[in-house]
């Protein structure tokens, strides 16, 4: 089983909400990814937890904060966005640092 | 020059035709490859890892060339439902967790 399951599928938020997205695996996988994706571009990777530590923060702004409580969660809670941060919202995982299984994602709009 | 290159694309191809996609990579420490399609607003999704000797899965052969940098992905017997974005990715020589994406190729199998 390779499931990595997202909530929301939506989001819509304004400037000034506050909000979470969570991402939960349960197939031991120790190393956990965010990723940002733009219409017909790549994802663009935003943070990865290994062992539950930060181990990269691709210099993300800090209107978006990861949080990883523990081995099968990965938060990114979300916070004065701007429009442009429009985006599906992928979370990954691996076993370490090897094939990388996807979630759904979150579709966020910022108003 | 990108890191990872692909065809631009779009491929427009009748049913039952056999499609080839190209990929090359610019760091010779890179040691693992992927190949992952993306269907409209969904997310990536792993078709095949892809290893020195080549491998198959059904419709689909995967090469790799280390020599000449180079990655292909084969599809025999194309159906309406391969359409889709192919991906090439690239492991970072450097890094365990971080993946280089090509831009991808959107194939589209006409009836």
């Known amino acids: 089983d390779t499931e990595v399951t997202q909530t929301p599928k939506h989001l819509v938020m304004g400037m000034t909400n506050k909000k979470s997205l969570k991402c939960e695996q349960h197939m031991g996988h120790r190393a956990m990814y965010w990723y940002k994706q733009k219409a017909k571009k790549p994802p663009e990777l935003m943070f990865v937890y290994s062992y539950e530590k930060l181990s990269i923060n691709e210099s993300v702004p800090s209107r978006f904060s990861p949080e990883c409580p523990n081995s099968s969660l990965l938060n990114l809670h979300l916070h004065a966005l701007q429009p442009e941060d429009s985006a599906l919202y992928l979370c990954?995982?691996?076993?370490?640092?090897?094939?990388?299984?996807f979630g759904p994602g979150t579709r966020l709009t910022v108003l | 020059r990108k890191e990872v290159e692909q065809d631009p694309g779009p491929f427009n191809v009748p049913e039952g035709a056999t499609v080839a996609f190209n990929c090359t990579y610019s760091?010779?420490?890179?040691?693992?490859f992927f190949w992952y399609r993306q269907d409209c607003r969904k997310e990536p999704k792993l078709l095949m890892s892809v290893y020195s000797s080549g491998n198959e899965d059904g419709r689909f052969t995967a090469q790799l060339n280390r020599a000449s940098q180079y990655i292909s992905l084969l599809i025999r017997d194309s159906k309406l439902s391969d359409s889709a974005t192919y991906l090439c990715v690239v492991h970072r020589g450097d890094s365990n967790y971080q993946l280089i994406w090509g831009a991808g190729t959107k194939l589209i199998i006409k009836p």
């Open positions: 760091n010779s420490a890179s040691q693992s």
């Open positions: 990954a995982s691996s076993l370490l640092g090897d094939t990388q299984y």
